[in-house]
């Protein structure tokens, strides 16, 4: 059994570091800034999530007596500094965007102020939290965009990269607009509708198709959903229909059959047709098998009469964009501006602040400017507001609800050439002028 918390997901290289700034005496005011450099390919927004774990993490910050003995036995630090971490916790500030909202490439999510170990200690969990969670979310709006109004339920958790993605793979696809998740612990946790059908296996342990049915639709009168294609996907649809007219009889209806393999257009045709022609026009079709927002935006450009999606292993793992080249990167240490000029990864100086105009309902343009700036004209709206001061946070988790609600309004006003699925345009996102290299002191690498 894995005894330890998160705390001891670190990076050796974020005790080592702490440990030299300990033994000099560096607690000097330090501030780091969380942001996305780029985006992939075809993608031009993010959806911040994580961010309600992320103040979690940070708020419950501490070494536990295992963790502490851990460190002492796999780590070269010395006694006297695993004893400093062992009264070690959280203290700082933190600037956030609220969960669920929309931001763009090189604009803070979050910014962590706080002595220079505490806010360089966190940096791996931090990314870790925060980089998977965004990344999902981002995916499944662009799949919820595709599926235009039909319903998509995540089906991932078997091909996701361990359980903590699952599960973060079920939340992140709910406030992006799914209908729910086939995750029973991820439905638990955060109050996702849970959805289930059946496996090929199910049908496979009867004697026949219409046998495995009829006992499903006994079991479950009021949730049936038939996978039809573990044999003949046609044939199935027939036998669909023969245990839908005995189920009418007694009362009851099958809901839908599912459709996992195949030409998925053809085939929801000729069961439409089908079922329409038996007198099951409410008999609704799912599809699911390797699906992503590119698929089933063709699917739903061909005028296929699938009714519903389970989208699984290309979303859980976000198989085109399997990753997002997240930084948290130090920006200002003691009063004073720092940067980073390494080749193709310079960083901008400074606390930051983002600030946002909007046109007819729609976003325009973002501004990225120093933290104690004012909002530049015609850009009202500020994007970074404080949620955590002396290391606890100044208001609870919004629920579930509320972030889904942000989530779809602020997608709704991002450009639509700024959504496309592919040929995305890039958003404009400018730096104020106080924010120019060009006003810092570099220091000289021979000092």
């Not at 257009?265 to 000729?270: C, I, P, S, V």
């Not at 519903?308 to 004073?336: M, N």
């Not at 955590?388 to 709704?412: D, F, H, P, W, Y």
């Amino acid at each position: 059994m894995n005894q330890y918390r998160k705390e001891l997901s670190v990076d050796l290289y974020e005790l080592t570091m702490s440990q030299v700034f300990w033994r000099r005496g560096m607690d000097s005011s330090a501030t780091f800034s969380l942001f996305f450099r780029g985006y992939p390919k075809d993608r031009a927004y993010y959806i911040a999530s994580g961010i309600d774990d992320a103040l979690d993490f940070l708020e419950d910050f501490h070494f536990s007596a295992d963790e502490i003995r851990a460190i002492r036995n796999v780590t070269p630090l010395s006694d006297e500094f695993v004893d400093f971490l062992t009264d070690f916790s959280f203290s700082g500030t933190v600037r956030a965007v609220p969960e669920g909202s929309i931001v763009f490439a090189a604009e803070p999510l979050i910014e962590v102020t706080g002595t220079l170990i505490e806010t360089q200690i966190v940096e791996t969990m931090l990314l870790n939290i925060v980089t998977t969670a965004s990344l999902l979310a981002t995916k499944a709006a662009r799949i919820v965009q595709a599926a235009d109004g039909r319903p998509v339920v995540d089906f991932g958790s078997r091909r996701t990269h361990g359980e903590d993605a699952a599960i973060e793979a079920a939340r992140a696809s709910y406030i992006s607009g799914f209908a729910g998740t086939s995750n029973v612990k991820a439905a638990a946790l955060h109050g996702i509708p849970a959805y289930g059908t059946m496996a090929h296996s199910f049908i496979q342990a009867f004697d026949n198709e219409v046998t495995a049915f009829a006992t499903y639709a006994d079991e479950f009168p009021e949730t049936t959903t038939f996978l039809v294609d573990t044999y003949d996907t046609l044939d199935g649809v027939r036998n669909a229909i023969r245990v839908a007219e005995q189920a009418r009889s007694r009362g009851t209806n099958v809901n839908a059959i599912r459709l996992d393999s195949g030409d998925l257009a053809e085939l929801a045709r000729a069961a439409r047709a089908l079922m329409d022609e038996a007198g099951f026009p409410q008999i609704r079709i799912m599809a699911s098998g390797g699906l992503d927002e590119h698929s089933i935006s063709q699917l739903v450009a061909s005028c296929a009469p699938i009714d519903a999606f389970g989208v699984g292993t290309r979303f859980g793992t976000s198989a085109d964009a399997p990753y997002i080249d997240s930084v948290y990167k130090l920006v200002e240490i003691d009063g004073r501006p720092v940067i980073k000029l390494s080749t193709s990864k310079v960083t901008k100086p400074w606390a930051k602040q983002v600030f946002r105009r909007f046109e007819d309902g729609m976003m325009r343009g973002d501004v990225i400017t120093r933290s104690t700036s004012q909002a530049p004209s015609g850009y009202p709206n500020r994007m970074l507001s404080t949620v955590m001061k002396s290391g606890e946070r100044l208001k609870q988790n919004e629920s579930i609800a509320t972030i889904r609600e942000r989530v779809a309004s602020g997608v709704n006003t991002v450009p639509e050439d700024c959504r496309n699925l592919q040929d995305t345009a890039i958003y404009p996102v400018e730096y104020s002028d106080d924010l120019t290299i060009a006003k810092l002191n570099v220091p000289n690498q021979h000092d």
